[in-house]
């Protein structure tokens, strides 16, 4: 069993700040890819940063320049940390992480369970 547990989501006014932090545990051999996707009341799921184990990154062009994806190996986490959040910028916020449980396993995508972003004055 694989489980990402996010946190670090909540109210904030615009131009403020929040840090988010995705921690992947259980049966894991390896994590590839990880990142942080987003979705707005009736808008569909988007791509909002992505990291490789190489430690390359790739932002959606609404927040380049404000959010920094960043992440831990040894602890198997990975954070959003967001700065001069919009209004716009309100949605649920998901984990993702590409891994494998086994050195033999196919690599699949886990999701976390999302964390609310509210950016509100």
């Known amino acids: 069993q694989v489980q990402l547990v996010e946190s670090g989501g909540g109210l904030v006014q615009p131009g403020g700040s929040l840090r988010l932090s995705c921690a992947a545990s259980?049966?894991?051999?390896?994590?590839?890819?990880m990142g942080w996707y987003r979705q707005a009341p009736g808008k569909q799921r988007e791509l909002v940063a992505t990291?490789?184990?190489?430690?390359?990154?790739n932002y959606a062009d609404s927040v380049k320049g404000r959010f920094t994806i960043f992440r831990d190996n040894a602890k198997n986490t990975v954070y959003l940390q967001m700065n001069s959040l919009k209004p716009e910028d309100t949605a649920v916020y998901y984990c993702?992480?590409?891994?494998?449980?086994?050195?033999?396993?196919?690599?699949?995508?886990?999701w976390g369970q999302g964390t609310q972003v509210t950016v509100s004055s």
């Open positions: 259980g049966s894991i051999f390896s994590i590839n890819a």
């Open positions: 993702n992480a590409q891994l494998r449980t086994t050195r033999w396993s196919k690599e699949y995508d886990y």
């Open positions: 990291i490789t184990s190489g430690d390359n990154t």
